[in-house]
């Protein structure tokens, strides 16, 4: 029961999206109305701007390690901290409080996946930022850091089963959530970074 309400208050925490919150609070609307329609980080750096852009990244990133530190202080265990990162990004994606239409998850990601398995997660971060850097393509480099988190937690260290399983599982939804993009990136049509889009 405990692991339970602990995963249900982290998804809840994942369900504030302070991109929509914040384009509310800067500009009066709804970010999902404008850019690409995401209620993510990088749409609001483009539609809003560097600063409410790193803010959402920031609390984004934060959401994740929130849960995370939930899980494993109350829930306890290999699958507490793992159901709840899970659960705060699935709330991201999927807000119950903005009728179930969220962001696409990779910061929140990155809080829970930096959280439970620190180094593999800075080293598949290293190499998406190179790749960002490159290519100025945000959403290439979030799919390498989703593919490269479980190859390198499998490789590096001795980190729980469950923890592979969990890096799995959300390079498997970073894919399912970035599906849009990938098309569009095969076809050439995929907006760099700094492109601004209204």
């Not at 009066?28 to 809003?48: K, P, Y």
Request: glycine share 14%; with cysteine.
């Amino acid at each position: 029961m405990v692991t339970v309400i602990t995963v249900l208050i982290s998804y809840l925490l994942g369900s504030v999206s302070f991109s929509i919150l914040i384009a509310k609070w800067v500009k009066g609307i709804d970010i999902r109305n404008f850019g690409s329609g995401n209620a993510g980080a990088t749409n609001t750096l483009r539609v809003l701007g560097k600063g409410p852009g790193i803010a959402v990244f920031l609390l984004d990133i934060a959401k994740g390690v929130v849960a995370v530190i939930i899980g494993l202080n109350v829930a306890g265990g290999d699958w507490g901290p793992v159901l709840c990162g899970l659960a705060a990004i699935a709330g991201h994606n999927w807000p119950v409080w903005f009728g179930f239409k969220g962001g696409k998850g990779i910061a929140t990601t990155v809080g829970v996946m930096a959280t439970l398995a620190i180094v593999p997660a800075l080293i598949a971060g290293a190499v998406a930022i190179i790749c960002i850097a490159i290519t100025r393509f945000v959403s290439l480099g979030s799919l390498i850091f989703a593919l490269l988190l479980p190859i390198f937690i499998w490789n590096i260290g001795d980190k729980p089963h469950t923890y592979v399983w969990a890096s799995l599982v959300v390079c498997l939804l970073a894919f399912v959530r970035h599906r849009t993009n990938i098309v569009k990136l095969v076809q050439g049509k995929e907006n760099k970074l700094g492109a601004r889009k209204g």
